[in-house]
Each structure stands twice: as C-alpha cells, then as structure tokens.
C-alpha cells in the first residue's frame, strides 16, 4: 500500500548544483504530475506525464525537466538550482478517464542557498 | 481559463464553533471541485469532491460543501470545529479533458482554540 513515494524527502543545494527528485507509484496510474507549494500560493503544476516517455509543460515549468521512462516513475530535475526554487515539491498521479481523484505524496522540501 | 480563489487565508474559531471556508471559481465549463486538507509537514488529503452528481456533498471528518452554479461557489463547513481540525485547507478545479490537471487555491489555514 505505498502509493505516490517521493524521494529524498528534505534536501539542501548550493546554488547552481543540480538534482533530480524521484516519484514513484505503484497503482498503475497513466497520469503523473510535479506540482511545487510555495506560502501564501498553494500547488501549482510544474510538469505532468499522461503516459510513459510523453511530459508537457504546466503553469511554471522553467528551470525544471522531467522524464517518464517509466510508467511508475515520474523524475524532476533542477539543472542548475536557483534560490527561487526554494520551495516543498509534490507529486501526484491518476488514472485516465473522466477525472479520477489525484494521489498525492508526502512532498519533497529544498532549500536553494 | 480556470481559477480558484479561497478568501480569507486565515481562519480562527473557537472550539465546537460552526467552521466556514469560502472558496469562488471561475471556469467557463462545468468544473470538477475539490477540498483538500493539508497537516502540518504532511502530503494533501482529499476531504471531498464534487462531479456534478449532487449539489450537497459530503466528505470526511464532518466536512461538507455545496456547490452553488449561481454564485460559483463551493465554500466547506462543519457545524462543529474540533482541535484536530486546525490545518490548511485548500480548494481546486479541474475540468474533464484536461488530463485531470487541478488548479489550486492558495489556501486557508484553520486555527481552532478551546
């Protein structure tokens, strides 16, 4: 009964150092999303997947890429990490249809110093 | 486009006082609505849903919404706030044919004293 796992759960970058953070389903879900939390702006859509290896971009996808090589597995990276990016990441996923709830995982917080 | 806006991005009641969270929104077809809650350092939870088959819904813990098409209006209550209530509460729309994507509100934080 794992659900949405997001990994790591806490992590501190260096500006300009570069990660990628790691969402994994295990309900066979067709869609994927990056949603990123920031106070005072609730979730907003960074990139999601509708099904392995295609992504499209959401409302704020600069500075970041996915990949979905996987069905189970929707990654997020920061190339080159920016302050602004400072923020608790959340991933979620779905099945396809006429819209299904969205499973969320516990969130990834960064810090960009 | 879609949108959502919460008012009020702080809430305080007292204990077993009626809890009401206003959420409008703005979509140019017949939306999806949500409320989820959020605890502190925790993922989102889903409280309710609307998909159009009733106006009334009813969700966990003692929540429910109502949908109002001509207020555009889906503000949560509960008759009787409980310590635990205290989080943040957050409403989103998605619209069929979208890819399920949710648009969120940007939150109202609960607060609940004895």
């Known amino acids: 009964n794992a659900g949405v796992t997001q990994t790591p759960k806490f992590r501190v970058l260096k500006t300009g150092q570069s990660m990628t953070l790691l969402c994994a389903q295990d309900m066979n879900h067709e869609y994927m999303y990056w949603y990123r939390q920031d106070p005072g702006m609730g979730l907003r859509l960074i990139h999601y997947?509708?099904?392995?290896?295609?992504?499209a971009k959401g409302e704020v996808p600069d500075g970041y890429n996915v990949s979905r090589l996987k069905k189970q597995n929707f990654l997020l990276g920061l190339e080159s990490a920016a302050p602004s990016q400072t923020s608790v990441y959340f991933c979620a996923s779905s099945s396809a249809g006429t819209n299904p709830l969205q499973y969320f995982g516990a969130g990834t917080r960064l810090s960009v110093l | 486009a879609q949108s959502v806006t919460q008012l009020g991005s702080h809430v305080s009641v007292s204990e077993g006082a009626l809890v009401l969270l206003r959420c409008n929104y703005s979509?140019?077809?017949?939306?999806?609505l949500f409320w989820y809650v959020q605890y502190p350092n925790q993922g989102l939870q889903l409280l309710l849903k609307y998909t159009s088959a009733a106006t009334l819904v009813k969700g966990i813990n003692g929540f429910e919404a109502e949908f109002k098409k001509s207020e555009t209006s889906f503000h949560l209550t509960k008759p009787s706030a409980h310590m635990s209530d205290a989080a943040e509460y957050f409403c989103?729309?998605?619209?069929?044919?979208?890819?399920?994507?949710?648009?969120f509100g940007a939150g109202t934080r609960l607060a609940v004293h004895p």
């Open positions: 997947s509708v099904g392995e290896g295609t992504t």
């Open positions: 979509s140019s077809v017949p939306p999806y």
């Open positions: 989103a729309v998605s619209i069929s044919g979208g890819y399920n994507k949710l648009i």
